[in-house]
């Protein structure tokens, strides 16, 4: 039923797998490598049609520094941050507390509600693009950072409520109890007990919310437009011009916009596996 440890595996399969394994990885990473060889590559080198090759001279200064200080990559950058983060706050905060009173309190009505939170998942975000557009428009959000904020915000608590709901039904039940027999009121139950017991829950969803909304294209392209609140995942089309597309300043500017998710990963990563893994060993 479960696979067998490669230690235990035949000496030929072994080999194999550290053979596949490394080629495997480098397949992966051929896109993200092409990118970076693109980002320090002369302009002159995809008019000649020199894709593939070895670029005809090292431009990664020339390149970067048009990216930070000949555009408006640095303002793109700022707004994503300024729209992420007040999204992955409020995001946490709500779904936190629908979380535990989903998954401590038994009402009628509960699953229902739930399977409400659950099912908005699953509504393709496209059939969605008119109707929000025109929603925004009404309210004077459009083209504004609080009208994104408000959409992910929205769109992003029903798969956060899944994630917390389903990790508070983990906890230990016995604490809260015990702090109800104390006659603790349940605000402060849910922020001196339960709350600190969802640091690792918090942190993963935090990776992965921040990581979803720093990414996104679609809904930045839909709701915004111009630099003064887009995002930089659609403020890097902004190196195409009518007639040609600056493939060498796209590339290094995608790199610039990767960094933060891959950063905030790393820096997080403890936190992150610890939240994700909690609860799958009894």
């Given at each position: 039923m479960f696979p067998k440890p490669l230690e235990k595996s035949s000496r030929n399969w072994?080999?194999?797998?550290?053979?596949?394994?490394?080629?495997?990885?480098?397949?992966?990473?051929?896109?993200?490598?092409?990118?970076?060889?693109?980002?320090?590559?002369?302009?002159?080198?995809?008019?000649?049609?020199?894709?593939?090759?070895?670029?005809?001279s090292f431009e990664f200064f020339t390149n970067y520094g048009k990216v930070f200080f000949e555009s408006d990559m640095p303002r793109y950058l700022w707004n994503s941050v300024l729209i992420t983060v007040p999204t992955v706050i409020g995001c946490i905060i709500l779904s936190s507390m629908t979380g535990f009173a989903l998954g401590v309190y038994k009402f009628r009505g509960n699953?229902?509600?739930?399977?409400?939170?659950?099912?908005?998942?699953?509504?393709?975000?496209?059939?969605?693009?008119?109707?929000?557009?025109?929603?925004?428009?009404?309210?004077?959000?459009?083209?504004?950072?609080?009208?994104?904020?408000?959409?992910?915000?929205?769109?992003?608590?029903?798969?956060?409520?899944?994630?917390?709901?389903?990790?508070?039904?983990?906890?230990?039940?016995?604490?809260?109890?015990?702090?109800?027999?104390?006659?603790?009121?349940?605000?402060?139950?849910?922020?001196?007990?339960?709350?600190?017991?969802?640091?690792?829950?918090?942190?993963?969803l935090a990776v992965l919310i921040f990581t979803f909304i720093?990414?996104?294209?679609?809904?930045?392209?839909?709701?915004?437009?111009?630099?003064?609140?887009?995002?930089?995942?659609?403020?890097?089309t902004s190196f195409n011009s009518q007639f040609r597309a600056a493939y060498h300043l796209m590339s290094a500017g995608s790199i610039v916009a990767a960094l933060p998710p891959v950063a905030m990963f790393f820096l997080m990563q403890k936190h992150f596996i610890a939240g994700l893994t909690l609860g799958a060993v009894k």
């Amino acid at each position: 039923m479960f696979p067998k440890p490669l230690e235990k595996s035949s000496r030929n399969w072994q080999i194999s797998y550290q053979v596949l394994l490394p080629l495997t990885l480098i397949v992966w990473l051929l896109p993200l490598i092409a990118v970076a060889v693109f980002s320090i590559k002369p302009e002159a080198d995809f008019v000649n049609g020199n894709y593939w090759g070895l670029p005809s001279s090292f431009e990664f200064f020339t390149n970067y520094g048009k990216v930070f200080f000949e555009s408006d990559m640095p303002r793109y950058l700022w707004n994503s941050v300024l729209i992420t983060v007040p999204t992955v706050i409020g995001c946490i905060i709500l779904s936190s507390m629908t979380g535990f009173a989903l998954g401590v309190y038994k009402f009628r009505g509960n699953l229902l509600i739930f399977f409400m939170f659950i099912a908005g998942n699953f509504v393709p975000f496209q059939i969605l693009m008119v109707p929000v557009r025109d929603l925004t428009l009404s309210l004077n959000l459009y083209d504004t950072k609080l009208g994104l904020i408000l959409f992910h915000v929205a769109f992003q608590t029903g798969f956060c409520t899944l994630f917390m709901r389903n990790f508070i039904r983990a906890l230990p039940f016995p604490l809260i109890e015990a702090a109800r027999v104390e006659g603790v009121r349940e605000w402060r139950i849910f922020l001196f007990v339960v709350l600190p017991l969802m640091k690792p829950a918090l942190a993963a969803l935090a990776v992965l919310i921040f990581t979803f909304i720093w990414n996104d294209y679609f809904w930045a392209i839909v709701l915004t437009q111009g630099p003064d609140s887009q995002p930089v995942t659609a403020g890097i089309t902004s190196f195409n011009s009518q007639f040609r597309a600056a493939y060498h300043l796209m590339s290094a500017g995608s790199i610039v916009a990767a960094l933060p998710p891959v950063a905030m990963f790393f820096l997080m990563q403890k936190h992150f596996i610890a939240g994700l893994t909690l609860g799958a060993v009894k």
